[in-house]
Structures are given as C-alpha cells and as structure tokens.
C-alpha cells in the first residue's frame, strides 16, 4: 500500500544543484540514469509496469533539457521528455506497483516536467527563461528573479455521518467509478477551511470535526493531495451539478456488494482516494 509518511531515500540535493558544473559532473557519472517521459506524463517501464526502465544518458548534457530529480543510494537519477520507445505508463496506472524508491521519481519527473512546458516565459514581462538548479528553477535574465515549480494543494476528505456511513460521489466523466470528495485549496484558505467550503458547495453537507489522514502528491500537473476525515453535521445531500453528478451516503455492506457486482468502481490503487476508502471499509479506528 502507497504511504509517503516516511523519509523519501530521493536527495534532491538542494544545496549543491545550484552549481552547473556540478550537475553536469553528475550527468557524466558512471552510475548516473535518465528516464524518459513524453508530453503526456508517461514514462518508460518493462513489461507490465512495475519497474522504470532507466537508462545511463549517452549524449551529451544539456542544461535546458535534463533535469536532474536528485541522488538515490549514491546514484545520479535525471529525467528528460522525449519521445519514448517500448512500454509506457502514467502514475495513475502504475503507481501503486513501483517500489517507494521509484514511485517517488515517477511523480517527480511528472510533476517537473510539467512544471516546464508552461513556466517558458517570465509571469512578470513576459520573456522567455532559462532553466536552471538542474531543472528546479527557471531564470529570467531580464527581470532577475527566479520561478520555481509549483505545488497546487488539494483536499480529499473522507465525509462520514454518525452512523459510520461514507459520502461518496461521481462525475459524469468517471462512468460508475464514485471516490471520497476533492477540491483545490483557494487562495488565503487554510486547508480546513477548504474542506467546509468545498464539502457545503458539492454536496450541501456541513461538516465539524475534522482529523488529518496523510498526504500524496499527485502529478496531474503537479497537484499534493492532502487527505482528512470529518464528521458530518447535516445528512440531507443537495449536490451541485457543475461539481458531481451524483453522492450518496454508503455503509460498508453496500459498497463492497456494489462493487462486487459491478455497479461501481473504486478510485484506483495509486491514488490517496483507494488508500483512505480502504481505511474505512477496514474499520481502521480513530478516522475521526
């Protein structure tokens, strides 16, 4: 089961990858691999997915191209987008089967990379910049500031009613898959207030007490999921159309024999939202 609450083994080297003759050393390095990722955010693996393919970069460095995610046991690991040969997978379809090691490159090469395709050009005056930190910042020469990559927070939260009962709802463009309820943090919102404002627009359920579960990043672009549980003050659904499609409150019972006959289909397993409806269908004490 994915779980980021421990150390990741990634050093993203912070405090050396402002130099570019270091980065570039490291590229040269007999130890050093790419990986490959195309404009969609997939990325090179073996058969079936469970592995990265990487290989060790054999052209020369290019500071505008490579990026370099960091150091892992000692080995130089960058990642460039190119057009990928064999087999490819997107984090969705894959990341709940790579090692912790992998996964966390996996979202961050995806996660950087898009970064890249739309931070080109200065949000001051608008010139083009120049990557630079191996890839972790862009520069503008004209302005002198740098731009770093973005991280969009999010919530996801488990909504559960004093019968122990989960909120759980789709969008039209899910088919019959139903999850947890998600939105994007809103500038001068904490998270908690997030989850009141979101909770009350999508489904006209006002919620209490709230407790946090964990967190995840998740590259579509480049988002960080921070999942809670609340308790629910209101019961009566009122759901708001632009949002889902439908919700309903689902005890246990009904969601596993609903899901066994195939009615509904649960988030997949590389998601925070499989990690934290698993919580719940376990029983797993102190959610909220």
Not at 43 to 65: A, H, I
Not at 254 to 268: I, K, S, T, W, Y
Request: glycine share 8%.
């Amino acid at each position: 089961m994915l779980n980021w609450a421990m150390a990741s083994d990634l050093d993203r080297v912070d405090h050396h990858r402002t130099s570019p003759e270091w980065v570039a050393n490291l590229w040269r390095d007999s130890e050093a691999r790419l990986l490959k990722i195309d404009n969609k955010s997939r990325f090179t693996t073996n058969v079936g997915g469970s592995k990265l393919r990487m290989t060790k970069p054999f052209v020369e460095y290019d500071d505008q191209r490579h990026r370099l995610l960091g150091m892992l046991n000692g080995c130089p690991v960058f990642v460039v987008e190119a057009l990928t040969e064999g087999e490819v997978h997107d984090f969705r379809e894959v990341g709940f089967q790579l090692s912790d090691s992998e996964r966390d490159i996996a979202a961050t090469a995806a996660a950087v990379c898009n970064w890249h395709r739309t931070a080109q050009f200065c949000g001051r005056c608008g010139s083009e910049t120049l990557a630079i930190n191996g890839g972790f910042a862009r520069h503008c020469d004209i302005c002198g500031i740098d731009d770093f990559p973005r991280t969009d927070p999010a919530v996801i939260v488990g909504v559960l009613d004093d019968r122990d009962r989960l909120l759980l709802g789709g969008q039209p463009s899910w088919g019959n898959r139903i999850s947890v309820l998600a939105g994007f943090v809103e500038t001068g919102e904490s998270a908690e207030q997030t989850i009141h404002r979101e909770i009350a627009e999508e489904a006209d359920i006002e919620v209490g007490e709230t407790r946090y579960f964990g967190s995840q990043p998740w590259p579509f672009p480049r988002s960080l999921m921070l999942g809670f549980f609340a308790r629910a003050l209101s019961t009566e659904i009122c759901v708001d159309a632009d949002e889902l499609e439908h919700a309903a409150w689902m005890t246990r019972a009904e969601v596993r024999d609903a899901v066994a006959a195939g009615e509904v289909r649960l988030p997949g397993a590389s998601s925070i939202a499989s990690r934290m409806i698993d919580a719940w269908l376990e029983g797993q004490p102190d959610l909220i």
